[in-house]
Antibody, heavy 128, light 111 residues
Framework: QVQLRESGPGLVKPSQTLSLTCSVS??????????WSWIRHLPGKGLEWLGH???????HYNPSLRSRLTLSIDTSKDQFSLKLSSVTAADTAVYYC????????????????????WGQGTTVTVSS | IVMTQSPLSLPVTPGEPASISCRSS???????????VDWYVQKPGQSPQLLIY???NRASGVPDRFRGSGSATDFTLRISRVEAEDVGVYYC?????????FGQGTKLEIK
């Protein structure tokens, strides 16, 4: 059973960088066919997709975060990470890591199974 | 791509059916023929969990009283008989192109 767990500081000062790590257990992060994702739940609002990273290091980001977001992956530790720079109070949220299963096979057939595993979430507050 | 859900609040009597609509600002039809929309539910105190992927495929362990349907820009999640454990906020999400985007959420509550 694959499990994801977020870790990182719960309080970050404005203008600083928010850093979170997601640890994966029960499966190797380098197994392919998965995109390792970050989603956040803004207070009083809905869910926002932040971005995802493939085991090879290929990334896709939400343009709304401009150049503030950086995702990385460490296959040797089965971890992937998020760094969000220049944070403001608007970045206060519950941050989730999740696994998206999506791939093309050797015949270029497309397979997609959704964000089927989520971490428990970690609350990050941006405040001085 | 903007995802618009309705209603935003859905009070339901146990045992009765429920329906949530999701409309996208453009067609979510993938070149492979799939409708790239998922449904998630976030129950109180829990992380979101996958209910439906590619428009109509139930995720593992999801009861068959949950059914997803629709195509192009209009999608529906139906619960045939609501149970108390179904309380939560339901979200649709388009997965046709990044950035993936969610609907505003529909809060299902028991009358």
């Amino acid at each position: 059973q694959v499990q994801l767990r977020e870790s990182g500081p719960g309080l970050v000062k404005p203008s600083q960088t928010l850093s979170l790590t997601c640890s994966v257990s029960g499966d190797a992060i380098s197994g392919g066919n998965y995109y390792w994702s970050w989603i956040r739940h803004l207070p009083g609002k809905g869910l926002e997709w932040l971005g995802h990273i493939y085991y090879s290091g290929t990334t896709h980001y939400n343009p709304s975060l401009r150049s503030r977001l950086t995702l990385s992956i460490d296959t040797s530790k089965d971890q992937f990470s998020l760094k969000l720079s220049s944070v403001t109070a608007a970045d206060t949220a519950v941050y989730y890591c999740a696994r998206l299963r999506s791939f093309y096979d050797y015949r270029d057939n497309y397979y997609y199974y959704g964000l089927n595993v989520w971490g428990q979430g970690t609350t990050v507050t941006v405040s001085s | 791509i903007v995802m618009t859900q309705s209603p935003l609040s859905l009070p339901v009597t146990p045992g009765e059916p429920a329906s949530i609509s999701c409309r996208s600002s453009r067609s979510l039809l993938h070149s492979a023929g799939y409708s790239c929309v998922d449904w998630y539910v976030q129950k109180p105190g829990q992380s979101p969990q996958l209910l439906i992927y590619l428009g109509s495929n139930r995720a593992s362990g999801v009861p068959d009283r949950f059914r997803g349907s629709g195509s192009a820009t209009d999608f529906t999640l139906r619960i045939s008989r609501v149970e108390a454990e179904d309380v939560g906020v339901y979200y649709c999400m388009q997965a046709l192109q990044t950035p993936y985007t969610f609907g505003q959420g529909t809060k299902l509550e028991i009358k």
